[in-house]
């Protein structure tokens, strides 16, 4: 009998070339794969709740597989960690699900944090894991800006060029910025995201809080719809996928 299982994932995503398995570079997807298959000695297919580029990282990232009845669950995840331990990656949870539950389809909401650190002096801890800025961000106005995001837009200047979705429409749900020291978190959530949406949409909020712009150049890109006008985009390091809401 099958049974359905779902994990959530926590991963560093600096020496992966994205979650989704490939043939050239290594990729989240496949590590765990190979993981499950010596525990349960059959190849197993696991199915994201999302893609996450190159160097992006999670948090929360969910998963979904079948498999014969695990018949514990907790050794299961143990033994799944202990083999995972020197890929920079973790299952924090794995729980039985109904057999139509589906990571990808399911989901409601997808909620990603980005971190920016803003200082002069060059990073060491944080190195591969936010984007530094040295020029002195006004946050006064990114909050002003962030707010345009809210609700349907049409983000096709968000998108890379390599993005496959069929519209470019989408509804951005919540839309923050806090700052903690030197350290500021940006966080979106909405159903979906378009290929680089994410990191497009910091890179704008970046050119507004450097002075680069003001809020009528994003309101303005926000109606044009022209990729080529936007800023360029943040680097996928500072780019966490929180969770997964179902």
Known sequence: MTFNY???V???GTNYSGWQSQKNGPSIQKEIEKAIKKLVKKKV???GSGRTDAGVHAIGQSANFFCDKLENEKKFLSSLNYFLSKKS???NSIKKKKLKFHSRFNAKKRTYMYVIINRKNYLVLDKNRAWLVKNKLNIKSMKKAIKLFLGTHNFNA???SSCGAKSPIRTIEKSTITKKGDKIFIIFSSRSFLQQQVRSMVGCLKFVGEGKWDINNLENLLKS???SQCAPPAPPRGLYLQKVTY
């Open 6 to 8: 779902q994990i959530i």
């Open 10 to 12: 926590e991963y560093d």
């Open 45 to 47: 297919q696991i199915i």
């Open 89 to 91: 990656i973790t299952i």
């Open 158 to 160: 968000f998108r890379s």
């Open 225 to 227: 719809s022209k990729r």
